[in-house]
C-alpha cells in the first residue's frame, strides 16, 4: 500500500504516465507527423537501432515463444507498469521491413507519452517468403504478441488497437475481418487488399513486388492455380466481410495520387464492410485508379485540422455501419495524428 502511494507520486512528479480519461498528447514534431516526414528525415541515416534508441528508448525488445512452432519471435515491447488499465497498441511493419523499421517509430512515442501499452511483432519479417505474408505462423505470432502484451501489462480489452501501413495495413484489415471481437478498433493506411490484383499491378512498375508474392504464395497467381489460392488465402478480400456490423470500427485511408497501391484497392475494402447503399460503385473505383483523381460527383472539401497539419487535406470520406473511408489529397503516407487520435475515440462495450 504504502509503496503504491509513493510510486504515484512519483509518476505524478514526472508528468507521467497520462492519467486516463485526458485527451491525448498528440506527436508534434515534425518528422515523425507523415511517412515522408520520416523518410526525408536526418532518422533515416541512423541504423534502426540506433533511431528507437534516440528517439523512444524506453521501448524495449522481447522474445516470445511461438504457439505455433515453438520458435522465439522478436517484437518491440513498451509499457509502464502504471496501476491503472491502458489502451493495446499492436502496430504490424509494412511490407519489406521488420519489428524495428523506423516508420513505426511515432507509435512508440505516442504510446509513451499517453502511457498506452504498444507492441510491435516481427510476424516472420520482409513479406518475402511463405512464412510471412499474412501465413497461419504470421497470423499466430500476432495473436502470441497480444496474449504477451495481456500477460504483462495492465490492458484495457475494450481499447485494444490495431494498425499498419501498406502491408502492415493489409495484415491489420485481416485481423480484423479474421478475429473482429478482439478488436476495438483499426486503421489500415493505404493497404493491400487483394494480392493477385495487386500483383497484376505492381509487375514490371517501378517497384516490382510481384517477385516477392511469387516467393510467397509459391509461383504466379494464375487463376485456377495454387499459388492463386495462396494468394487468396493471403488477402483482405477473403475476409474482411466477416467484421461488417461488428463492433470493431474500422478505419480506411488512401492517397488520391498513390499509384504503388491504387486507392481502389482500399475503397474495395471499405466496400466490403460497408451498405450496398453506401458503396463506391466499380466504375468510380476505375476513373479514380486511372485518373487519380475523383469524379466532380464525388468530390468533398471536408476540413481536418490533422490531414491539414500534414499537408494532405481531406478529398472525400464516407461511413457507413462500422467502417469509415478516408482519401487525402497525397501518395503513399501516414498521417498519424490522425489516425492515433481516431482509435483513441474507440471503445468496445464491456
Not at 30 to 52: D, G, L, Q
Not at 326 to 342: E, M
Amino acid at each position: 500500500m504504502r509503496y503504491g502511494v509513493v510510486f504515484s507520486a512519483i509518476m505524478l512528479l514526472f508528468g507521467i504516465p497520462k492519467e486516463p480519461g485526458k485527451a491525448p498528447e498528440l506527436l508534434q514534431e515534425h518528422r515523425f507527423k507523415t511517412f515522408y516526414n520520416i523518410a526525408e528525415s536526418p532518422v533515416m541515416e541512423m541504423t534502426k537501432e540506433e533511431a528507437w534508441n534516440h528517439a523512444v528508448p524506453e521501448v524495449q525488445e522481447v522474445q516470445i515463444v511461438s504457439t505455433f512452432d515453438s520458435t522465439l519471435q522478436p517484437s518491440l515491447f513498451y509499457a509502464s507498469g502504471s496501476p491503472h488499465t491502458k489502451p493495446l497498441l499492436l502496430v504490424l511493419h509494412s511490407w519489406s521491413a521488420d519489428y524495428k523499421q523506423h516508420f513505426s517509430i511515432p507509435y512508440g512515442i505516442w504510446a509513451t507519452k499517453n502511457d498506452w501499452v504498444f507492441a510491435h511483432p516481427d510476424y516472420r519479417g520482409a513479406f518475402t517468403n511463405p512464412e510471412a505474408t499474412a501465413s497461419e505462423q504470421a497470423v499466430q505470432d500476432i495473436l502470441d504478441v497480444l496474449a504477451y502484451a495481456k500477460k504483462h501489462a495492465r490492458v484495457d480489452t475494450t481499447r485494444i488497437y490495431i494498425a499498419g501501413f501498406s502491408g502492415g495495413a493489409m495484415v491489420a484489415l485481416i485481423m480484423a475481418g479474421r478475429f473482429p471481437g478482439i478488436w476495438a478498433g483499426a486503421v489500415a493506411w493505404v493497404p493491400v487488399y487483394d494480392l493477385v490484383q495487386w500483383y497484376q499491378v505492381t509487375r514490371g512498375a517501378q517497384h516490382d513486388y510481384s517477385g516477392h508474392i511469387e516467393s510467397s504464395c509459391g509461383g504466379v497467381p494464375l487463376e485456377g492455380s495454387k499459388a492463386y489460392e495462396d494468394c487468396k488465402k493471403r488477402s483482405v478480400s477473403s475476409y474482411l466481410s466477416n467484421a461488417r456490423g461488428a463492433e470493431v470500427k474500422i478505419f480506411i485511408a488512401s492517397g488520391i495520387e498513390d499509384s504503388f497501391v491504387p486507392p481502389g484497392q482500399a475503397i474495395q475494402a471499405y466496400n466490403d464492410l460497408a451498405r450496398k447503399r453506401d458503396r463506391v460503385s466499380e466504375k468510380d473505383i476505375r476513373f479514380i485508379n486511372e485518373n487519380h483523381y475523383l469524379p466532380n460527383y464525388l468530390a468533398d472539401s471536408l476540413s481536418d485540422s490533422l490531414f491539414e497539419d500534414a499537408d494532405s487535406p481531406i478529398v472525400f470520406q464516407r461511413t457507413s455501419l462500422n467502417a469509415t473511408l478516408t482519401i487525402f489529397n497525397g501518395r503513399h503516407d501516414v498521417i498519424y495524428n490522425a489516425g492515433l487520435l481516431w482509435l483513441s475515440r474507440q471503445r468496445k462495450n464491456k
